[in-house]
């Protein structure tokens, strides 16, 4: 491809973005397409011979394009994957073509300035002074693995990195942790079941008589506790365990505590319902993840440490092909030394941008506005005669369950899954709902909380360069339903209470680890025996 080429398909590209941009409202939310067809449409060999740009970008449009989940709608509700802020959208594009790899400083000096500022933003946000520091990440399951692993190192007094897990150890989170949690106890080498999965209070918050039994437990045992990890937002309701609480246990324990605040880290930019104010700099490491609530494309996570030198403890190794023999001053940062990944993609230009674009402020009113909605839905449920909400939300998550039905709990099931199928159907509002039954909701049902949930109002002005009223409403999706309940079963109602919001609740294996894949086209064998020579 010549600078012509890339030129002319470069511009191609903006087009076709902008338009779909612009359009995006009158698309439905969700494809309405077969796994299989999909599987069919790219079921080729690897392609031996050239193509025009033409034909290749020809094919994403008939291929890719009408068949994605239109997560920039404004009906988008489900993941908390936010639609993406424009700017966002074009940092990602400039900085693959710059290609930084700010694993090393000698491959990207200035996005490794950019990206160590970007993070300083992030620890300024969460409270951490001037000895705190981080690294951006795939998102807050990889920042919640390097949590625990500096939890673990620094637990071991250093020594786990050499040695491994010598004693036992115990971790303590709520039963409405995100499964990250339960991946990184087993990857520092703990195995699950050191996770002490923890009941919560009527606001899905940590109980803190259940923590201190369980580590009193854990001690008459002869276990050492390693870690508390705190929730600030989550996952399905958005509660906040009670951080300053937790630092006191940790303290008097002597265990690192940990918070994810994958999700809720976006309320420290609110305006209307500051929580600056709830201590999450008392926690020895922060997730954070801007791409959700700070509105950045995927992917990027972070992982904030109070003391950066914890990084370097349980990260620092050199090896010789990366040694900088420029650098007699020792000062040219090489994230690689201070982190898990080493080749890695600059990921902090969108954050950078997005910020300086935008500004906090900006931001920090489009959190609000989300916020805002969930409140006006759940007003809205309050008053509905079919529909209640399950929970109030603290942030822009909402629980919502059918008033009228009484069906026993897997009847409630079906009747509920069905109604967000429909719903999701109707093509305008995706949700979470993971549960498929037969059971025929009454149409009514799915009418009307299409229409309660189709008129909580756009609150979310965006100053756009693509000036349109669609694409001013891009940004207020992420009020998030997480699922509805049946009220008159108790016992469901009770066992989604802890923690189990439909489609997110489940931290028990997979048996065989494939079970939602679809079947190959081609004859690609997915379990290869490694081949002896
Ligand atoms: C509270 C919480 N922690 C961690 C994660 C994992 O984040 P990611 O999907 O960015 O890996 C999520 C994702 O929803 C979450 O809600």
């Known amino acids: 491809m010549n600078p012509r080429e890339f030129r002319e398909v470069g511009h191609r590209v903006v087009d076709l973005l902008a338009e779909y941009l612009e359009h995006i409202e009158e698309k439905p939310v969700f494809p309405s397409v077969e796994p299989s067809t999909l599987a069919q449409f790219f079921a080729e060999p690897l392609p031996q011979n050239a193509s025009p740009a033409e034909k290749v970008l020809g094919e994403l449009e008939e291929k890719l394009l009408p068949y994605c989940t239109n997560v920039g709608h404004p009906g988008y509700m489900g993941l908390i994957t936010p639609s993406p802020n424009p700017v966002g959208v074009i940092a990602d594009f400039i900085c693959s073509a710059l290609n930084q790899n700010i694993g090393a400083y000698t491959i990207g000096p200035a996005a490794v300035a950019m990206e160590r500022r970007t993070v300083r933003w992030l620890t300024d946000l969460a409270g951490y002074g001037e000895e705190a520091g981080g690294n951006l990440t795939s998102g807050g399951m990889m920042a919640n693995f390097i949590g625990l692993k500096l939890a673990r190192d620094w637990a071991s007094r250093d020594k786990a990195q050499e040695q491994g897990v010598q004693e036992r150890w115990a971790v303590y989170a709520s039963e409405e942790r995100h499964v990250s949690v339960d991946k990184a106890v087993d990857a520092v080498g703990l195995g699950r079941s050191a996770l002490r999965a923890l009941p919560t209070d009527a606001e899905f918050r940590i109980r803190l008589d259940a923590l201190e039994a369980a580590i009193a437990e854990d001690r008459k045992r002869g276990i050492r506790p390693m870690c508390i990890v705190g929730i600030f937002g989550t996952t399905n309701t958005g509660a906040l365990d009670p951080i300053r609480e937790l630092r006191a246990i940790a303290d008097r324990e002597g265990v690192w505590l940990h918070v994810d605040a994958a999700y809720g880290g976006g309320m420290l930019l609110s305006h209307a319902w500051p929580m600056r104010n709830r201590g999450l700099e008392l926690a020895d490491s922060i997730t954070i993840d801007p ?39 020792n000062e040219r940062y090489q994230y690689y030394v201070h982190g898990f990944e080493q080749s890695r993609r600059f990921r902090g230009l969108k954050v950078w ?163 939602t894949r679809t079947p190959e086209p081609s004859n690609v064998d997915n379990n290869p025996r490694p081949s002896r020579a």
């Open 291 to 329: 791409h959700k609530w700070f509105y950045a494309p995927l992917d990027v996570g972070a992982i904030l440490v109070k003391h950066e030198r914890r990084l370097t403890a349980s990260f620092g190794l050199k090896p010789s092909y990366l040694t900088d023999e420029l650098d007699r001053a």
């Open 353 to 515: 941008m997005s910020f300086k674009r935008y500004g906090a402020h900006q931001i920090g009113e489009w959190i609000d506005g989300n916020v805002r909605q969930a409140k006006h839905l759940h007003s809205l449920l309050a008053e509905h005669p079919e529909f209640e909400p399950a929970s109030e939300p603290p942030m822009s998550a909402i629980c919502i369950r059918h008033r009228g039905a009484d069906p026993d709990e897997a009847q409630s099931k079906e009747l509920h899954a069905e109604v967000a199928r429909r719903v999701e159907q109707g093509g305008t509002i995706k949700w979470i709902h993971a549960c498929i039954g037969p059971q025929d909701p009454p149409p009514s049902l799915v009418k009307s909380l299409t229409n309660c949930l189709s008129s909580t109002p756009s609150s979310c002005p965006w100053e756009t360069p693509l000036s349109s009223a669609a694409a001013a409403k891009q940004l207020w999706p992420a009020v998030r339903i997480v699922g509805v309940q049946a009220e008159g079963a108790p016992s469901y109602f009770l066992s989604w209470r802890q923690g189990r919001a439909v489609g997110t609740d489940t931290c028990d294996p997979i048996a065989d680890g494939l079970a």
